[in-house]
């Protein structure tokens, strides 16, 4: 959803490398640019004209003008502000002391406010929480007959004695339901309200009559990210009319430009709380400010990823494969079986792209993650189920019918199934060198990163070659060249292990050979 405006901070930030101070002329170009940005991403005007006033000020401060490298800490500034404009700190729930803890959504016809109390439940049982889904939206054509379908794939209960399609009194069915969840011990209760197409009297009364006969501990204002600019009137229409304590930001995966989702949090004074990027019940976690704003700027957001990965792979599996490969034989332990077992836990982490996604620097290849093909992953898991036992504990065996065999099982080339073993050796080789400390293969010279004692003769021959020319044209020519080699790897250090530094150019990006292989 922030694609745009990604793209157009990052060629800003591009216009500031190399410079060692930064004039006024230059900050004010480099505001205008911002504030462009940000107007062509939707964001209200008034949340613009104060993070342009902000980042100035500071800009044109002490900080900036006393730093080592004022192009990096005016994107300090940049990432600062831009979190303080979704909110700054995480907002987490509030639960109520003595259970059961309501939650009141509330929100428009069409934000997604069903679906969300699904996913909502889904994540707090997750939690260790036991929630109840309450349909009081008994207007709508099948809207309890949504709920009910919704809390039964969430795996959570419902309560829903009304059958809606304009039966019922939603106010006594979301009384009757703190009651009912005492008696079965549930400990959160989740109360879907009805919405309108627009704002009218009607939905804010009865949204005020449900918020009075239950007292929520939170009403949660479930907002769509892509109707634009009308978010934030409505969300201000909400806040006056019924009020709620935080913001439900739903199909943030849309390809609208969701600037008015940002200015929510600074126009309101409610914070988002949590964010909706895809159609499965597990699309949906609480939302970091900060993890937002690194995301934007192209610095990733590897916390969310560790956090998914811990999710999904325990311990005792992750030190065992490990074992595997550090063993003695080389890697050789490890089979396709693990291979396999690998690759499965990585889809339950959701979409390979989404996950590329989140790794610093790939904003700049995101075309080329985009074109990813999901259905490689199955594809392949295929080709490997399609082995017997033997074949995948030792792949060596898998000779020219053996391949024919498994590429009529799999329903693939018979030149797939070779290419997928010649992958895996190649991996396992690659994986086992970095599981023993030896760095990973293709990238020379950085520390921790292999080709220190694995450079060859034939490279090393190479750089002894290297003289300076005796053209001065020429040789101020290399001079720069060289300069240039030394200001990407510091800045490479700079910016971590597994990405660009914010700011550098990644459209001369390329894989290393080594990784080229296992792309397909």
Known sequence: ?????SDRLAATFKNLRGKGRLSEADIDATAREI???????????????????????????AEVSAALNPAQQVIKI??????????????????????PTVIMLAGL??????????????????????????????????????????????????????????????????????????TKQYDVV??????????????????????????????LFVVDAMIGQDAVNTAEAFRDGVGFDGVVLSKLDGDARGGAALSIAHVTGRQIMFASNGEKLDDFDAFHPDRMASRILGM???????????????????EKMASKLAGSKGGKDFTLDDFLAQMEQVRKMGSISKLLGMLPGMGQIKDQINNLDERDVDRTAAIIKSMTPAERQEPTLINGSRRARIAKGSGVEVSAVKNLVERFFEARKMMSRMAQGGGMPGMPGMPGMGGGPGRTKKKQKQAKGKQRSGNPMKRKQQEEEAAARRAAVEGAAAGGAFGLPPGQDGKDFELPDEFKKFMG
């Open 300 to 318: 990733g957001d590897m916390l969310t990823l560790i956090e998914k990965a811990e999710q999904t792979f325990s311990q005792q599996e992750a």
């Open 78 to 99: 940049v990432n600062e502000e831009l979190i303080g404009i979704l909110g700054g700190e995480t907002r987490r729930l509030r639960f109520a002391k003595q259970p």
């Open 109 to 182: 016809q069409g934000a997604g406010k069903t679906t969300l109390a699904g996913k909502l439940g889904h994540w707090l049982k997750a939690q260790g929480h036991s929630p109840l889904l309450v349909a009081c939206d008994l207007q709508r054509p099948n809207a309890v007959n949504q709920l009910s379908v919704v809390a039964e794939r969430a795996g959570v209960g419902i309560y829903a004695p009304q059958p809606g399609n304009g039966v019922g009194d939603p106010v006594q069915v979301a009384q009757d339901s703190i009651e009912f969840a005492r």
């Open 1 to 5: 959803m922030f694609d745009t405006l």
């Open 35 to 61: 504030r462009i940005a940000l107007l062509e991403a939707d964001v209200a005007l008034p949340v613009v004209r104060a993070f342009i006033k902000q980042v100035k000020e500071r800009a044109t401060g």
């Open 190 to 219: 989740i109360v879907d309200t009805a919405g309108r197409l627009g704002i009218d009297q009607e939905l804010m009364q009865q949204a005020a009559d449900i918020r009075d006969a239950v007292s929520p501990d939170e009403v």
